[in-house]
């Protein structure tokens, strides 16, 4: 399946999470066996994101003692 690719309007260039350098993990979503990076804003508590096929939301709250661990998988 292709992706739409398209301008999210701002100038200056790329204003994604990665480009902001703004934390993230990488999950497999085992609904559609991918994998994706999600970010978290800085200022925040969790991680937020969606699965690239099917848009199933995620959400991850960052516990008091964390994790050393960067990858995950979703359910």
Do not use: H, N
Not at 1 to 27: C, F, K, Q, V
Not at 48 to 69: I, N, S
């Amino acid at each position: 399946m292709p992706l739409d690719l398209y301008d999210t309007g701002l100038a200056g260039g790329d204003d994604s999470g990665a480009a902001r350098g703004w934390p993230y993990i990488s999950i497999l979503f085992e609904c559609c066996q991918v994998y994706a990076r999600i970010y978290r804003r800085p200022d925040d508590d969790r991680y937020r994101g969606r699965c690239p096929k099917c848009l199933r939301p995620l959400e991850l709250r960052v516990g008091p003692d964390g994790t050393p661990a960067r990858m995950f998988r979703a359910r």
